[in-house]
């Protein structure tokens, strides 16, 4: 069974511009979540979604937001990028939302490199 | 709110011996308690996971790790260190109705050597 895929794995952008992450679950999992992780720091939560809407947001700028489709699947945009935007930017998926013992299955990432 | 401190950022130890990477915990409700390893370039992968119940937890590699409230801690120990062991390691916190929002730790690298 395929995991969590994300894309592209590695992306380079200068300051200011514009970045679309992507990101399909398993098969059967409608939850969608988005962590930044910062190199030497732990994953931070940005945005989850259940069923097409916003569960849940970190402490992260309106430059960030996403959405999920149909299919479950996501897109992360983060908009006028600042070099602090650098990151590896990973996917997480399960098979509900609510209870706090859900199991995330998270991807490869989109390593994100801002110049 | 919860958080989570992982003490050293570092461990190193050598291949057979006792694996202790240690979490303490900071949550107002009862928490959901996980440990998951990361390879270079690599996603997380869940080791183990304390819910409710039992609070010895075996996980997968030979991993455990022990749920003690009155220490607010969730250790991760394994009783052989192997060099496949070498990956980085956090601990996370979340509770009931956080909606898959999982607080992590700075991570421990651990170093296994020969």
């Known amino acids: 069974d395929a995991g969590v895929t994300q894309s592209p794995t590695h992306l380079i952008k200068t300051r200011g511009q514009h970045v679309t992450l992507r990101c399909s679950p398993i098969s059967g999992h409608k939850s969608v979540s988005w962590y930044q992780q910062v190199l030497g720091q732990g994953p931070q939560f940005i945005f989850q979604?259940?069923?097409?809407?916003?569960?849940g947001r970190g402490n992260f700028p309106d430059r960030f937001s996403a959405r999920q489709f149909p299919n479950y699947s996501s897109e992360l945009n983060v908009n006028a990028l600042l070099l602090g935007d650098s990151a590896l930017y990973l996917c997480?998926?399960?098979?509900?939302?609510?209870?706090?013992?859900?199991?995330?299955?998270f991807g490869a990432g989109s390593r994100l490199t801002v110049l | 709110a919860q958080s989570v401190t992982q003490l050293g950022s570092h461990v190193s130890v050598s291949e057979g011996a006792l694996v202790l990477l240690r979490c303490n915990y900071s949550s107002s409700v009862p928490p959901y308690l996980f440990w998951y390893v990361q390879y270079p370039n690599q996603g997380l992968q869940l080791l183990l996971k304390y819910t409710t119940g039992a609070t010895l937890v075996k996980g997968i590699n030979g991993f455990e790790a022990e749920f003690k409230k009155s220490e607010t801690s969730f250790h991760l120990t394994k009783p052989s260190a192997h060099m496949s062991d070498a990956a980085e390691y956090f601990c996370a916190v979340s509770v009931a109705g956080t909606a898959s929002k999982l607080t992590f730790g700075t991570g421990t690298r651990l170093q296994v050597t020969l």
């Open positions: 997480a998926s399960s098979l509900d939302t609510g209870s706090g013992a859900n199991v995330l299955t």
């Open positions: 979604y259940y069923e097409k809407e916003e569960r």
